[in-house]
């Protein structure tokens, strides 16, 4: 397939809607006009940062710019489809999408260029912030993959491992007592790492592998296991 395969069902598609079409017109891969509107297409067969370069600098001509790309195949997955029509919309920018594989093919507006309204996601706000809240510092690398993050959980993770190394097998409602907060019982039972075990109901033990990972957070562990020794000292 070639670009020039997306522009016949693209011009025929404007023509039926009115407008007058011409191709590469200083650029534009087709430009429409229908009284005072002007409308310009850039054609792909694929999405990337060209096509973005391309539509939105054709934006400096008019606010309607559309991107028209083939009808995305059964391998093109639900979450690689959200993420591309964000980004379209956020840039204001309208999508067409070309079946070039029917009989006849077809072209659907997915969507049109409309202003962007950044609303804002309360709840992904404040979940971020409670993961920011969460963290007693920063023991990460920006930037970094393929590595053990230290998340608010597994912090608190740390902090009860810390609390079971020091004093001992412990009940959920005791290790609320000495700091470990409201989720404590969940990370016991949940068990996410393998670092406890239930030894009798309601009371919770460090296993070998949970005393063993704690060295893999030598800063962390070490405040924790410096606060479980002054509370012990209490």
Not at 113 to 120: G, I, V
Not at 181 to 200: D, H, M
Not at 205 to 229: C, F, I, M, S
Request: proline share 5%; net charge positive.
């Amino acid at each position: 397939m070639r670009e020039t395969d997306l522009y016949p069902p693209v011009r025929d598609f404007l023509l039926a809607q009115g407008f007058t079409v011409r191709a590469e017109v200083r650029g534009c891969d087709i430009v429409a006009t229908r009284g005072d509107d002007l409308v310009i297409v850039e054609l792909k067969l694929g999405f990337g940062t060209d096509l973005l370069f391309q539509a939105t600098e054709r934006q400096r001509m008019t606010d309607s710019v559309y991107v028209a790309l083939p009808r995305p195949g059964e391998g093109f997955g639900r979450k690689q489809w959200r993420k591309m029509t964000r980004l379209l919309r956020r840039l204001e920018l309208g999508l067409l999408l070309v079946s070039v594989d029917s009989e006849v093919p077809l072209v659907e507006i997915a969507f049109h260029p409309l202003p962007s309204e950044r609303r804002k996601r309360s709840r992904m706000s404040r979940a971020l912030l409670q993961e920011m809240g969460g963290r007693l510092e920063d023991f990460n690398e920006g930037g970094s993959a393929r590595r053990k993050l230290v998340t608010a959980y597994r912090e608190n993770a740390i902090q009860i491992a810390c609390f079971l190394e020091r004093f001992g097998p412990l009940s959920p409602a005791r290790l609320r007592r000495l700091g470990t907060g409201p989720k404590t019982l969940s990370i016991l039972s949940s068990n996410f790492y393998g670092w406890f075990q239930r030894v009798e109901r309601g009371i919770y033990t460090l296993t070998r592998q949970g005393k063993e990972e704690l060295d893999l957070y030598p800063e962390l562990a070490g405040h924790y296991r410096e606060v479980a020794g002054l509370q012990d000292k209490g």
